[in-house]
């Protein structure tokens, strides 16, 4: 069974850092593309980051680029997400989702999320 | 950047009456090898997105077969054909032709009358 589970939300002032994880098991991680997606309070989805199967290539959305961190270590299985510099606009629910791989198109599972607050 | 556009935004639906929900994108979204990256997620109250279909109509597992997509190029649809009280939420489409950024449309809400 495919499982992801994040973990290292909570409250944070702005300006501050955060890392989320997330942890997976039920498919072999290190061939599968992964992403960050996420929620605001009431709204949509937002992508936020996604990377290559061996960490070699990264991306992200414009508005957090410069201040947000998309890792991976394949021998744990586990992903991460470095936040630095966080906002109010910050505030949301951040899922992992299972990304890309031949025969799996992008978002096919996802983590329960983990709520971020940034305020004072 | 793609910018993916739903309609409705608001869906109140009689129980088993069908349900349409449209996607539309800025540019074509048939990808260099042919295929076609736009996939359909459900959000249930309180849960995480589920991914319902992928590449534009193919039913993920466990997927009931009265939902299903079709389109091409920038056009596409869900289609409900009888909703059940299960299927209340948030319906999301979401290209992955042009990336980054991968782009989700705003969401459908659909509600029973």
């Known amino acids: 069974e495919v499982q992801l589970v994040e973990s290292g939300g909570g409250l944070v002032q702005p300006g501050g850092s955060l890392r989320l994880s997330c942890a997976v098991s039920g498919f072999t991680f290190r061939t599968y593309w992964m992403s960050w997606v996420r929620q605001a309070p009431g709204k949509g989805l937002e992508w936020v980051a996604n990377i290559k199967e061996d960490g070699s290539e990264k991306y992200y959305v414009d508005s957090v680029k410069g201040r947000f961190t998309i890792s991976r270590d394949n021998a744990k299985n586990s992903l991460y997400l470095q936040m630095n510099s966080l906002r109010a606009e910050d505030t949301a629910v951040y899922y992992c989702?299972?990304?890309?791989?031949?025969?799996?198109?992008?978002?096919?599972?996802w983590g329960q999320g983990t709520l971020v607050t940034v305020s004072s | 950047d793609v910018v993916v556009t739903q309609s409705p935004l608001s869906l109140p639906v009689t129980l088993g009456q069908p349900a349409s929900i449209s996607c539309r994108s800025s540019?074509?979204?048939?990808?260099?090898?042919?295929?076609?990256?736009l996939n359909w997620f459900q959000q249930r109250p309180g849960q995480s997105p589920r991914r319902l279909i992928y590449?534009?109509?193919k039913r993920d597992s466990g997927v009931p077969d009265r939902f299903s997509g079709s389109g091409s190029g920038t056009d596409f649809t869900l289609k409900i054909s009888r909703v059940e009280a299960e299927d209340v939420g948030v319906y999301y489409c979401?290209?992955?032709?042009?990336?980054?950024?991968?782009?989700f449309g705003q969401g459908t809400r659909l509600e029973i009358k």
């Open positions: 979401m290209q992955a032709t042009h990336w980054p950024p991968i782009t």
């Open positions: 989702a299972r990304g890309y791989s031949s025969g799996s198109y992008w978002l096919d599972y």
């Open positions: 590449q534009v109509s």
């Open positions: 540019q074509s979204l048939v990808f260099s090898d042919g295929d076609t990256y």
